[in-house]
């Protein structure tokens, strides 16, 4: 039996074979890593490539800076250089790596210095790690080298040991996904003897780096550090090994943590702590925020945004969860996702409040998790410096006008009071003030309730409780009621206050799903891609309060711009270059973000479930929160939705309409070179007869005949395809003149003279039949299609009616035969194009009725088939016409 | 014995000409062949023909434009051949001095009577001041129209309309043709009136209005009168 413990889990082979796939086709990553500047990163990367290049292999330097070190820059001269790139900043200019001028050049490997450099203003990302990610993406592999002080998870650490703050920070994801590490090492002697020697800075700047940072302790550290790094990684990749060959052993600790996130800065340090903390254990790692009533303040939700986005370089999925009890949220959620470790940060004390609670949430959390581990990280120093802050904070930010309503309400009672004082004793007096500053914390913020407590209850100590007008109190239980009088009406001020922050909480949620589900119905009715736009833009107008203008890609897949009526919304073309980017890469660029954050708009791309849609380009003064971010990315996914089925639609009608033209096509083929093949038979047959044999004069009379009606037929047809494509092609357009129904009809019964003979014909015209106003030609056709359906129905010396008549504005003509009608199931079919009732006699291509029809509807008439009561068919065509005003005498 | 009269035909393609020459030569005409528009114009320059057949549809020119080229000098008849549905084109042809048309496919016999008639009323000179058609004269000259002997009576207006159409009898006129005849330029498009006017005549002159005999509609075109 299989011990299922030492069975690699099907996600993580999954997962990491997912990895494998996605990593073949991008650029692979070599770092050269060190401890600090000086170790000959560069120059062991120099020599890497040169003895590659020896090999054959297509190198060319992004970016390399030699700080005019001679050995470097002797290793530079045998390769090409990628020119820099000039930007002008402000009255500087400053060159940077052409990731383009790369991306372009396409070489088989690109050498790229320092890869947590910030890039200039102005530079496509506003690191170079994303540059280096764009040309990985490109499948141009990258050599490049880092310092153990850039990686973000270190940055921490380093400051402390060195005091230094490190701003140019590397996300760890990017280092831990790197395809190969090579660390470059040197005792700290040997680094200080080489600084020494003036070969890492010149000598004047020497003297001073090893005053300040190089210093022997810093410098052992920091190595610690980086070998430590490096130590850890291989570990991991052995295991990743052994997991791939399915190596029995030792697997990956099923460990699963969950720091709980909130919006202060210790916060950030947690997070550091807690990757540090799953990398060395080999656990995978989760972050969660509580939204729980509590509002944060600007500072703190920018403190959050800014963990949220730290959480994501150092490669942590970050969750959110609304609760407004914070233990059992995370322990919800711990549960749910496997959780066998919760760190959290200890509760900083904030007020008299939260001490109380402080024991209540740690104690609450470790007897909730059960069997999951609890670490509790130490608070910071810091927090002293914050704690003043915060005091005051909530207190003071509701406005003057509320503070002035609760004093106004406070006196007003008061004054009520104190001349009821008489009849109500100075007990109530409590009562009534109780009541009106509860009341109070229905309308007004916390701070003026307070106020409002704290005044009252002076008010009723100086003015009501005996002796009156001193604060002195002589009765202990008025004492009593005094301090009961004053935490009651903090109390319930307090708590009404808070009832209110969380109903408004809901409020504003309940308002965006309205939003959203308003954004749906209204989507749900719109068809077509425009009217999808108008929704889409007006909504987020509404919503958002926001101007945006969508770009939508084209049929070859590449953005285009679409909607033109866009006022004062115009988009350059460098922000065409932004919309491009966004749309390749679908991710968010612009204004506000890490990429090109010199446009003048936010671009967010709008992604489908299985394709890219376009661009949503918005003007945005004030970046979104992070709730609102998260509302705003619902709310074009629903936009993004409907594009794609709008799109999906088009394909499959034009899928469709391919599909339908192809039947034609074939149906047409079909019947058309059956009904061509049999005249031009019998035409060859007979004049090639007539050719080759001496028939006597009747015979040869019949044969000639037999042609003469092959040819008539073979013009029939032909006749009926040209009126066909004309119809098809839409360009018939009646020209109504004046007609005498008498001469039409005459006309076409003379036409199909030879036709009606077998058949006792009757056309019934009444007296006074004006003239209508028809395209005489069309008409003609359309009686001629159906008389000569009749006579090839009907069986011979029937009768055959033909009548025609106005009635209020309509022309009406019906034709009625005794043939065999048609089959109730196909009578709605009959007009068709090619369709022939089943078991019809030979000959014929189902094309005269739906002529016949065409013909008909091009005059905006009707024509209709009904099944005669003693048997046969009645057509009956009926159309608008006008008839002359007044007779003219002659 | 007169020299045969010759005909032009100019039409692009090599069977209709084959065609047209077996069945026009067999009849006594003599017969010239153009292929082209440019061709046709040489031929009708240097060949005289008493009779040009015209295609409208040419490969290297507008028909309409040879037809107009031509009839700047050619004074004799032009019978212009065209596709069915291009009532239009027709129309247009025998405003510009076409004598008649022919739908293709055609009758051979249709074709040699529009031939023959185009000829008769060429080189007819003075026509009689009295046409009969089977039991039906029209004296020109007393205004009277008589049928079977009997004196019909006639409005005025019938009877120019009448004569008009029984001078040009077998040749097809176009409505607003006869309206600038009978009633002048301001009837222009008022095909009603003619309408009327042709309803009334034919219950006077036909035996059967409902299918007549002698006053022939060609749709969408024009009357005939039957020779």
């Known amino acids: 039996m299989d011990n299922d413990d030492n069975r690699p889990d099907p996600d993580e082979l999954l997962a990491s074979l997912k990895l494998e796939e996605e990593k073949s086709k991008r650029g692979k990553l070599k770092i050269f890593f060190g401890m600090c500047a000086g170790v000959g990163k560069t120059y062991t990367m120099l020599q890497t490539a040169q003895a590659e290049k020896s090999k054959g292999c297509d190198i060319v330097i992004g970016y390399v800076e030699t700080h005019n070190r001679k050995e470097t820059a002797d290793l530079v001269n045998g390769f090409e250089v990628i020119p820099r790139k000039v930007y002008q900043y402000k009255t500087t200019s400053v060159t940077e790596m052409d990731l383009d001028a790369i991306i372009a050049r396409k070489p088989l490997l690109v050498l790229v210095d320092e890869l947590a450099h910030t890039n200039a203003p102005g530079s496509r990302h506003a690191k170079r790690y994303q540059d280096v990610l764009e040309i990985l993406d490109n499948g141009i592999n990258v050599y490049t080298t880092v310092n153990v002080q850039h990686l973000e998870s270190r940055s921490d650490t380093v400051a402390q040991i060195t005091g230094i703050i490190v701003r140019e920070t590397l996300p760890d994801e990017i280092f831990e996904n790197a395809d190969e590490i090579e660390v470059i090492d040197l005792t700290p002697d040997e680094l200080l003897q080489r600084l020494a020697e003036g070969k890492v800075y010149a000598p004047e700047r020497s003297k001073e780096a090893v005053g300040s940072f190089f210093r022997k302790g810093n410098i052992t550290a920091l190595r610690e550090m980086a070998l430590r790094i490096v130590a850890d990684r291989v570990d991991k990749q052995l295991h990743e090994y052994m997991q791939r060959k399915r190596i029995k052993g030792p697997w990956k600790s099923g460990l699963h943590l969950l720091v709980a996130v909130s919006h202060t800065q210790q916060s950030a340090k947690l997070l550091r702590w807690a990757k540090n903390l799953s990398y060395t254990m080999g656990a995978d790692l989760q972050a969660v925020y509580v939204e729980t009533s509590y509002k944060p303040d600007v500072k703190e939700s920018e403190q959050l945004n800014k963990n949220i986005a730290l959480s994501r370089q150092l490669g942590i999925k970050f969750r959110f969860i609304t609760n407004n009890d914070m233990v059992k949220a995370i322990v919800d959620f711990a549960q749910k996702e496997n959780i066998t470790h919760i760190i959290i940060g200890k509760p900083r004390v904030r007020n008299l409040l939260t001490l109380l609670r402080l024991g209540n949430f740690v104690n609450r959390l470790i007897r909730y998790s059960g069997n999951i581990d609890v670490y509790i990280l130490g608070s910071d120093i810091q927090s002293k410096d914050r704690y003043k802050e915060k005091v005051s904070l909530p207190s003071f930010t509701s406005n003057i006008r509320q503070y002035l309503v609760a004093a106004l309400t406070v006196i007003l009672t008061t004054l009520i009071c104190l001349l009821l004082k008489r009849f109500i004793g100075y007990q109530v007096v409590s009562y009534v003030l109780l009541f009106v500053v509860s009341a109070l914390a229905f309308f007004i913020g916390t701070g003026p309730i307070l106020m409002a407590a704290t005044m009252s209850a002076l008010i009723w100590d100086f003015f009501f409780i005996p002796p009156p007008y001193t604060l002195h109190v002589d009765k202990p239980e008025d004492m009593l009621m005094l301090i009961m009088f004053f935490i009651i009406a903090l109390l319930s001020g307090v708590l009404t206050s808070r009832i209110r922050r969380q109903e408004k909480k809901i409020r504003v949620r309940e308002e965006r799903t309205n939003a959203l589900y308003q954004l749906t119905r209204e989507l749900s009715t719109a068809t077509g891609i425009e009217e999808v736009i108008t929704i889409a833009k007006n909504d987020i107008k509404k919503y958002f309060n926001l101007e945006s203008r969508i770009l939508l890609k084209s049929d070859s897949n590449e953005l285009e711009y679409t909607s033109k009526k866009n006022g004062n919304f115009t988009i350059s073309k460098n922000d065409m270059s932004v919309a491009s980017w966004t749309f390749q890469h679908s991710t968010k660029a612009g204004k506000h973000t890490d990429t090109l954050p010199s446009s003048n708009y936010t671009f967010y791309p709008l992604k489908g479930n299985q394709m890219n849609l376009g661009v949503i380009a918005i003007q945005q003064e004030i970046v979104f929160t992070q709730g609102e971010e998260q509302f705003w990315e619902t709310f074009i996914s629903q936009i993004s939705g409907k594009f794609e089925r709008e799109y999906l639609r088009n394909m499959a009608k034009q899928a469709f309409l391919l599909n339908e033209s192809d039947k034609l096509y074939k149906t047409l083929f079909n019947s058309i070179s059956h009904e061509l093949r049999i005249p031009v038979a019998t035409i060859m047959g007979a004049s090639d007869s007539l050719i080759i044999t001496e028939h006597p004069q009747e015979i040869r009379k019949e044969l000639t005949n037999e042609i003469f009606n092959a040819s008539k037929r073979l013009n029939r047809l032909i006749e009926n395809l040209l009126n066909m494509s004309r119809l098809e092609s839409g360009r018939i357009s009646p020209r109504l003149d004046w007609c005498d129904i008498h001469d039409l009809i005459n006309k076409v019964i003379e036409s199909l003279q030879d036709e009606l003979k077998p058949f006792k014909l009757q056309i019934v015209i009444p007296e006074n039949m004006p003239f209508v106003k028809i395209d005489f030609g069309l008409m003609e056709q359309v009686l001629y299609n159906l008389i000569y359906n009749a006579t090839q129905y009907a069986s011979t010396s029937t009768n055959l009616r033909v009548k025609a008549f106005y009635d209020n504005g309509f022309l009406i003509i019906q034709v009625m035969d005794r043939g065999p009608g048609f089959p109730p199931k196909e009578i709605s079919l009959i007009f068709n194009k090619f369709y022939r009732v089943e078991g019809s006699k030979a000959g014929g291509t189902g094309l005269g009725l739906s002529i016949a029809k065409g013909f008909v509807e091009a005059h905006k008439g009707t024509i209709t088939v009904e099944n005669r009561q003693n048997g046969g068919a009645k057509f009956t065509i009926k159309t608008p016409t006008e008839i002359p005003e007044v007779a003219i005498k002659s | ?227």
């Open chain 2, 1 to 227: 014995m007169n020299l045969p009269d010759t005909i032009l035909i100019i039409d692009d393609e090599v069977q209709i000409r084959r065609l047209l020459e077996i069945t026009l030569s067999s009849n006594g005409f003599k017969i010239f062949e153009a292929g082209t528009g440019k061709d046709g114009l040489i031929a009708a320059a240097t060949q005289h023909p008493a009779l040009i057949i015209l295609d409208l549809g040419l490969p290297d020119a507008d028909g309409m434009e040879v037809l107009k080229k031509i009839r700047e000098w050619y004074q004799k008849p032009i019978l212009i051949l065209s596709v069915k549905n291009s009532e239009d084109d027709i129309i247009i042809a025998l405003d510009n001095g076409a004598n008649d048309f022919l739908t293709k496919p055609f009758r051979t016999g249709e074709l040699l009577a529009r031939i023959r008639v185009a000829l008769r009323a060429a080189t007819g000179g003075d026509i009689s001041s009295i046409l009969t058609f089977g039991n039906f004269t029209i004296d020109l000259a007393n205004h009277i129209a008589r049928k079977n002997d009997c004196i019909l009576k006639l409005t005025s207006t019938e009877f120019s309309l009448l004569a008009l159409l029984a001078k040009n009898s077998g040749r097809v006129l176009t409505h607003q043709n006869i309206l600038k005849e009978i009633w002048g330029f301001g009837y222009v498009g008022q095909t009603q009136i003619l309408r009327v006017f042709v309803a009334q005549l034919r219950k006077k002159i036909e035996d059967d209005p409902a299918k007549p005999t002698l006053l022939i509609t060609e749709s969408g075109i024009g009357y005939r009168f039957h020779e």
